[in-house]
């Protein structure tokens, strides 16, 4: 039959093209197994081996992507107050992957207890950047039109 081949190993550029869809195939499957659906918007859970999601959302200079996941804090920076006024930190996910998280403390109560060195839950939008990424959207949408986030720490919830 024209355009079938038979079974066996494929070689040359249709074996690369091969792999390829299947490697694509395989990731589509694997993504879509691994997130959930919050209101409408894909979230992906990023702890433990799942740093690589946001790993690869830096190498190929990924935004508006939805995520969760867990790190310690590396560095407490000054409130950004141009604007809407937001807490930053540094977090540092098992991966070695650095993120800006940038918190907005106009809609959603500040982590006044935070230290370098404590864990951080997170959940909220990756947004690239050639240090490593932005976490944002950790609080709720007073509109209600964005995934509600928030951060965790000490057993505590900041929405």
Sequence with gaps: MPGVRSAGPLDGAG??????????????????????????RAVLNVTGAGDS???????????DLQVAGRGTVER??????????????????????????AHNIDLAPRIASLREGDTVEFSGEYEWNARGGVIHWTHDDPQGRHVA??????GTTYQ
């Design 15 to 40: 074996s690369r093209t091969m792999r390829r869809v299947a490697s694509i195939a395989l990731v589509a499957f694997l993504v879509y197994t691994g997130w959930t659906q919050l209101g409408g």
């Design 53 to 63: 999601t946001i790993a690869t959302a830096y190498r190929n200079h990924t935004s």
């Design 76 to 101: 407490i920076l000054p409130d950004d107050r141009d604007g809407s006024r937001h807490q930053r930190f540094i977090l540092r996910l098992n991966s070695g992957q650095s993120l800006l998280v």
């Design 149 to 154: 986030g928030w951060l965790k720490h000490q």
